[in-house]
């Protein structure tokens, strides 16, 4: 790819402002790059979804929790996002607070509340034991 502005005297020629830019695109080699889109049927049983509110050290980082998360949950974590991270007195020094959502599905069957429940609690005592998480109300 080339880019630059064109030459006023000829941006004059042409009519065009004197601010004129031009650029040359290899729409090929964009091509290429461009990875060709993935289509995916859409689910056929309802996600479950559950808040978890855990308190971390400030060293954590996000990446170890999602991590911990994903692994606890096996093929049932579908995914896993940061709702809040609150710092301050009411966690203690050098602590963290994080809220993360979890969207549960089977790929099977509708999950059942004993089958959230047992994912939850795998999830749970995975961050207790491996990140040394505690879980807050």
């Known amino acids: 790819m080339t880019w630059g502005q064109l030459d006023p005297r000829v941006a004059d020629l042409w009519e065009l402002p004197a601010e004129t830019f ?3 695109l290899d729409l090929a080699a964009l091509q290429a790059r461009v990875a060709a889109p993935r289509v ?3 689910p056929r049983f309802p996600p ?3 808040d978890l509110a855990i308190v971390l050290d400030e060293a954590t980082p996000y990446a170890a929790v999602d991590e911990a998360i994903r692994a606890a949950g ?3 974590v579908e995914s896993v996002s940061l709702l809040d991270l609150y710092r301050g007195p009411q966690v203690g020094a050098g602590k963290k607070s994080s809220a ?3 969207v549960l599905r089977s790929l099977d069957s509708t999950l ?3 089958d959230v429940d047992r994912a939850v609690k795998r999830i749970e005592g995975r961050l207790l034991h491996q990140l040394g998480a505690a879980l807050r109300a």
Request: glycine share 0%; net charge positive; aromatic share 0%.
């Open 74 to 76: 096996k093929a049932l």
């Open 22 to 24: 031009v650029a040359e």
């Open 40 to 42: 995916a049927s859409p």
């Open 48 to 50: 479950a979804i559950r």
């Open 100 to 102: 993360v959502r979890l």
């Open 112 to 114: 059942t509340d004993a």
